[in-house]
């Protein structure tokens, strides 16, 4: 007897994180569902260490729908102002991806999805956002700190060697040169131009409208709907009932979300930085960007 109570405490021991999972991701069982993933924050490379953002965990994430048979559609559920052009590149193949695959994808914006998180939604089947939500920013930027004439004040001086005119282009301690300013605005309009015909393919509109309207101006979700950047008006719900239509799911869809899973170090975060509670997702890479360490390079913001 006591031999048989020790058998069901090591099944049930072994059973409750496979419980706890299901509890988390909403997954009752078999059947057809719809995958929810949730796309939040910077969009960026955090180096491994995951994030809502991250390339890596999204396509990740993407992958796991594309190849479950059991899911049939997927929502994207987009919160973020931007980030990462390479980043937004991947996740819009990954999408793609699965399109091709004949899962459709409907992206969902919550209270902003703009620059790379619009170049993320272009590559889904519809895109929902709330009359409110601020999205579109179709544009590129490239920001550096000029500091030299703060360091001339302090006495302190910078010496430079380099193997080319270019290599320093972006320095922080002096200003660009006019040869140095017409290099990098080539760079930045060459990432407009993919960012343009990326939203004019996956829209299906054309390229001189979307180049028209790719001036870096905002809009509400009302106005992007106006102008064919959105198809439809409505929340999370509307787009899980949406995604559940198109993949010929009768009645509301079973969801599963996929979600990655804290580490130990995070939950620790979680314990010793309740300050932060609310203000910043506490896995490496958000805490690392709040540290004031951002990727280096262009942004799509």
Do not use: C
Request: charged letters at 20%; zero cysteines.
């Amino acid at each position: 007897m006591r031999r048989l109570v020790i058998v069901l405490l090591f099944i049930a021991v072994l059973s409750l994180p496979v419980l706890l999972f299901l509890r988390e991701s909403g997954d009752g069982g078999g059947g057809e569902r719809v995958a929810l993933i949730d796309i939040s924050g910077v969009i960026a490379d955090t180096g491994g260490y995951g994030g809502s953002g991250d390339p890596r965990t999204i396509v990740g994430f993407l992958r796991q729908a594309e190849t479950d048979p059991r899911v049939k559609a997927v929502v994207v559920r987009i919160n973020s102002g931007g980030g990462s052009p390479a980043a937004a590149e991947e996740i819009y193949d990954a999408i793609r991806r699965i399109r091709s695959r004949g899962k459709p994808v409907v992206a969902s914006m919550g209270d902003v999805a703009a620059s790379a998180a619009y170049y993320i939604a272009a590559a889904a089947d519809r895109i929902v956002a709330n009359p409110s939500t601020t999205t579109g920013s179709i544009g590129v930027i490239s920001q550096n700190f000029v500091i030299g004439r703060l360091l001339d004040e302090l006495g302190i001086t910078v010496e430079t060697v380099v193997s080319g005119p270019f290599k320093d282009a972006t320095s922080q301690f002096r200003p660009m040169t006019e040869e140095e300013r017409a290099y990098m605005q080539a760079l930045v309009n060459d990432v407009l131009e993919q960012f343009v015909h990326a939203v004019a393919e996956g829209r299906g509109l054309d390229v001189e409208y979307v180049r028209s309207l790719a001036d870096g101006r905002i809009f509400t979700g009302r106005q992007a709907h106006s102008l064919r950047l959105v198809d439809e008006l409505g929340g999370l719900e509307d787009a899980i009932m949406l995604a559940g239509r198109l993949a010929g799911i009768p009645g509301r869809p079973r969801v599963i979300t996929l979600r990655r899973q804290p580490t130990l170090s995070e939950r620790l975060l979680q314990l010793y930085l309740p300050a932060l509670d609310g203000l910043i997702d506490p896995s490496h890479g958000d805490v690392i960007r709040w540290l004031g360490v951002p990727p280096w390079g262009y942004r799509l913001r």
